[in-house]
């Protein structure tokens, strides 16, 4: 199995478990008690677990795409009495959800409040979980985004349009700058050569891209991003019109690297 970096935080910590081709699946970990986001394949997570005597408590799914949800039902029979987040929205998608939510909505897990975000536009249900920095604490506030924003990038439109996956990004880009965005796929690299390629003469862009190229060929992931990193070098976040999103999003569905 592969292995992600390890964040140390005060509060808690945040794991990444590398999956597939590019898929991360995240592991939110406070004492002995676990979350997981979006486990694309059971095994992996399992053993990940497993090894470290860790309790899962809960999965937290942010869209129906089978590399999100593939490992939850396995999951759940090892760790039964784990809850699963997903949204209400999504029950005959994600049938096994056991707490189903909404944008908008606020829970608390493992002590931490948690409010949900409506960001449909890969899916038309899709969600982010965000954690707002608690008090007396000094890690900084987190956001589980799925597949809408990524490193540089965003998802591809499914079953929303340029006009949800604008106000989606808009959305995110109101959390607090030092937000760190934990993305399902590690595409940083790819979606930095296009940017590059766009605009050659960013130096912004073109600084981050030497140095994910260095991370990646170091075997480390580039993630987690965080959104004043994204203001700074995400075409998809600096869009200040849904055509001009809408216009970028077409030429990078049908670029070649
Ligand atoms: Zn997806």
Redesign the pocket.
């Known amino acids: 199995m592969q292995s992600g970096m390890f964040l140390e935080k005060n509060t808690y910590k945040i794991h990444a478990i590398p999956v597939l081709k590019d898929n991360i699946v995240w592991v939110w970990i406070i004492g002995k008690e676990a979350v997981v986001i979006d486990p694309s394949i059971s095994e992996p997570v399992k053993a990940w677990l497993q090894h470290r005597d860790l309790k899962l408590i809960a999965i937290l799914q942010t869209?129906h795409?089978e590399?999100?949800i593939g490992g939850s039902p396995d999951l759940l029979k090892e760790w039964p009495a784990a809850e699963v987040f997903a949204c209400k929205r999504d029950l005959q998608r994600i049938p096994f959800q056991t707490y189903s939510i909404d944008s908008e909505e606020k829970f608390s897990l493992m002590g931490q409040e948690i409010k949900v975000l409506g960001i449909a536009a890969?899916?038309n249900s899709h969600i982010a979980y965000y954690l707002p920095k608690a008090k007396e604490s000094d890690q900084n506030p987190s956001v589980f985004c799925?597949?809408t924003l990524f490193a540089a990038g965003c998802?591809r439109i499914f079953e929303g349009t340029a006009e949800d996956m604008f106000k989606a990004l808009q959305k995110l880009n109101k959390l607090p700058g030092e937000t760190e965005v934990f993305c399902a796929h590690e595409y940083t690299e790819s979606n930095l050569r296009w940017a590059n390629s766009l605009y050659p003469e960013d130096f912004k862009i073109k600084a981050r891209l030497d140095a994910v190229i260095k991370l990646r060929e170091k075997g480390q992931l580039s993630l987690p991003t965080t959104i004043s990193e994204e203001r700074e070098t995400n075409l998809f976040l600096k869009a200040t019109t849904i055509e001009e999103l809408a216009s970028l999003r077409l030429h990078k569905d049908n670029w070649k690297p």
Do not use: E, L
């Open positions: 869209h795409h590399d999100h890969h899916t799925g597949d998802g």
